[in-house]
């Protein structure tokens, strides 16, 4: 793991901000390839209580529930800092401020994710119901790909217990930004392979893929998404969100 602070000025008290930014970040995080955190700030600036702006970027970073993302940018304008705290080296917010975030996800990531051992604990023992009588169902794998088209394909093993068989289901469907910014779920779900399965399963697994783009995931502490727009195209799935920062993540 490289982890880099690039701070325009050499003070120790600035040295001091740098590290502290670094190790809270790397802190919310299982693991990152690559961490970088940019502060733009003059003596004169953190004698004001300001930071003129920040930037975090960072590549293979591991959240909650194993999702990984491919690569993260978030964008912060003028902080207000608490300035006696700032030169002690704690990024210490007197007000909230507002910037953006730029993620990226690939197949391989949304498949991690899916296949993680919290999520694929839920899709074990499924209670779905056929023909008016209750069925359990484990969900064996599932694997993803994104479509040029902008939409998802899913495919997944799944094994009906009362039966002892093992089925396969495939479909596409199409992510959309849902509850002011905060969810996305997917909608025009057409089969391709499984369609005569029960609708319960694919629900099963939407509800799953629900789970993994929900934007707690992406999140920091402190720092809170709203998506603005999803683009889906054949090698990622890109989000672009305002990033509304209450206060920094703290050790």
């Known amino acids: 793991m490289k982890l880099s602070v690039l701070l325009g000025l050499d003070t120790l008290g600035e040295k001091t901000l740098n590290r502290i930014a670094e190790l809270a970040l790397s802190s919310q995080l299982d693991h990152v390839d690559d ?19 920040m930037l975090i970027d960072g590549k293979g970073l591991v959240m909650q529930q194993d999702l990984r993302m491919q690569h993260m940018i978030i ?20 007000h909230p401020t507002q910037g953006s975030a730029h993620i990226t996800l690939t197949a391989s990531d949304l498949t991690q994710a899916f296949n ?22 484990d969900v064996q794998s599932v694997s993803c790909q994104l479509c040029a088209t902008g939409d998802l394909m899913i495919q997944a093993t799944v094994c009906l217990r009362h039966q002892a ?10 992510p959309q930004i849902v ?6 779920q997917l909608d025009h779900v057409r089969y391709t392979q ?30 809170h998404l709203n ?8 090698e990622t799935l890109t989000l672009e969100a305002i990033a509304h920062v209450i206060r920094f993540p703290k050790l």
């Open 227 to 234: 998506l603005e727009t999803l683009t889906v195209t054949a």
């Open 116 to 137: 993680s051992t919290i999520l694929n604990a839920q899709m074990q023992g499924v209670m779905i119901e056929e023909d008016g009588q209750e069925v359990v169902l």
């Open 194 to 223: 499984g369609q005569d399965l029960p609708p319960a399963i694919t629900q099963a697994l939407i509800e799953r893929a629900a789970q993994v783009l929900d934007l707690k995931n992406f999140e920091m502490d402190g720092i």
């Open 75 to 94: 964008r912060i304008g003028q902080v207000a800092v608490n300035p006696m705290a700032a030169l002690m080296g704690n990024i210490q917010l007197t």
């Open 179 to 184: 509850d002011q910014g905060r969810r996305v």
């Open 35 to 53: 961490l970088t955190v940019q502060v733009k700030t003059n003596v004169d600036l953190i004698a004001q209580g300001r930071l003129e702006s």
């Open 165 to 174: 068989t093992v089925q396969h289901v495939e479909f596409y469907a199409t």
